[in-house]
């Protein structure tokens, strides 16, 4: 039987620190700490410049979904958001904005208020210290 895959090129996941508050083990972007932990971040240029593309292309972007790693542990976070956000109500308004947290602590629940607030819809694994280690799928 042939399984038919459609690829959609119109949803993004943007991927913009490796840090997380936790180390699972069976950590799907490897930051566990048998896997391949790294502190690499996005810069706010790389974020401007797929803005700056996405502008000159008029591409019709469905969804971006900001994840990582744990994207509250990215210094510049509340920065990306804004950018993000001023995109989508400048240039593309259907725009289905998403922010993945383990909702893990305070930092976690401030930006995902943070990111609601600027029109983010939140996707939280809702981690805590007893499942960090090894994630419930
Ligand atoms: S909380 Fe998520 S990103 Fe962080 S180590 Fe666990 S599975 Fe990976």
Redesign the pocket.
């Known amino acids: 039987m042939k399984i038919e895959q459609k690829q959609n090129i119109f949803n993004l996941g943007i991927f913009v620190t490796w840090k ?5 083990d ?7 700490t048998y896997q391949a932990p790294s502190k690499e971040d996005m810069s706010l240029d790389q974020i401007q410049k797929l803005i700056d593309q996405s502008v000159e292309l008029n591409y019709q972007w469905k969804m971006w979904a900001l ?4 994207p509250s542990c990215h210094p510049q976070i509340k920065t990306i958001i804004e950018m993000l956000a001023k995109y989508k109500n400048s240039h593309n308004p259907l725009l289905n904005l998403v922010l993945s947290s ?1 909702g ?1 602590g305070d930092k976690a629940k401030e930006i995902i208020s943070y990111a609601q607030k600027n029109g983010f819809n939140i996707a939280n ?1 809702q ?1 805590d210290y007893n499942n ?1 280690k090894i ?1 419930k799928i």
């Open positions: 997380c508050t936790g180390s699972c069976n950590c799907l972007s490897l930051c566990g994840g990582g790693g744990e383990n893990y694994s981690k960090l994630c």
